[in-house]
């Protein structure tokens, strides 16, 4: 079995080969303000929805819908409400960002990976919820120790980006994790010492009939499949549906691949203070 399962890692980190550097571009904004509301834009665009474009049951879902944003530059533009509103710091100096200075900074093009992280397993039905219709995009710079937040919200039947605003990473429900995961996937020493002893892998069966397999890794042979572990450690894009974040001790980082299939979850306990890497699933 673990033949195997160094053999998926293995193509696990060819595909993250193609998307880590994407993902790993810092987005950097020095903008003019705007004068025009978002609610002015909304009433005297609607008519671009017209054009050929991806059917509407592609906003049913924001998942179905994100795809089409990340993957077409020239529909990310039909849905960007701007001038786009911005903010930064505590106390929010607002200002717009206009459609030129968009295309210079866009930060979501060419895209292949992003996390969800959540508590709860019964938080993934947010992904396929249709009633959900706001929706915050974070693109988490750990070494900066900051994170942007794109505001999605569904206007007449429509998902928008309607705006977005930086935040100090600790200052957020999952900062004291992020603090903690910036230095796992950065300092081996310390990530050695926050494995669970042994980790246990769980090998997901592709068929509904069949069980899915458990086996566990030592310290020594997880850091020989290291390299080949998606664990970014520059740029996280994560995206919050709006779940459950109450608990201190506990994470799991889910890790989806936009249009690859690739999915691999890395949960998380807090024991004793200190984070632990408990469990790989895929």
């Known amino acids: 079995m673990r033949k195997g399962f ?3 890692m293995a193509l696990v980190g060819l595909a993250m080969s193609c998307g880590d550097r994407n993902m790993n571009n810092a987005f950097e904004s020095d903008v003019e303000d705007g004068e025009d509301s978002i609610e002015a834009f909304v009433g005297d665009t609607l008519h671009l929805f017209d054009e050929e474009m991806p059917p509407v049951a592609a906003d049913e879902l924001f998942d179905d819908f994100f795809f089409n944003f990340i993957d077409d ?31 210079e900074l866009d930060p979501f093009g060419e895209n292949m990976f992003h996390f969800v992280i959540y508590e709860r397993e019964q938080d993934l039905e947010l992904l396929k919820d249709t009633a959900v219709g706001s929706v915050c ?74 069980e899915a397999q458990e086996e566990f890794v030592t310290k020594d042979e997880w850091f020989e499949m290291q390299d080949n572990t998606p664990l970014f450690n520059d740029v996280l894009m994560n995206i919050d549906y709006g779940q459950t974040c109450i608990s201190q001790n506990r994470k799991t980082l889910m890790l989806e691949g936009v249009s690859n299939g690739l999915q691999m979850k890395f949960r998380f306990n807090k024991q004793e203070d200190e984070w632990m890497l408990m469990e790989v699933e895929y």
């Not at 429509?158 to 950065?186: C, I, S």
Request: proline share 3%; glycine share 6%; aromatic share 12%.
């Open 73 to 103: 530059a020239r529909y990310r533009l039909r849905r960007i409400a701007f001038p786009l509103q911005c903010g930064e710091g505590e106390v929010e100096e607002k200002h717009f960002l206009s459609k030129g200075e968009w295309q």
């Open 137 to 210: 995009v974070e693109r988490i710079f750990l070494r900066q120790g900051r994170l942007e937040m794109f505001e999605f919200n569904r206007i007449a039947g429509k998902w928008m980006l309607t705006g977005m605003h930086e935040e100090n990473m600790l200052n957020t429900p999952n900062g004291d994790f992020l603090r903690f995961y910036a230095r796992f996937v950065t300092d081996s020493l310390f990530q050695r010492e926050s494995l669970a002893s042994p980790v246990k892998v769980i090998l997901t069966a592709i068929d509904e009939e069949e």
């Open 6 to 8: 160094v053999l998926l």
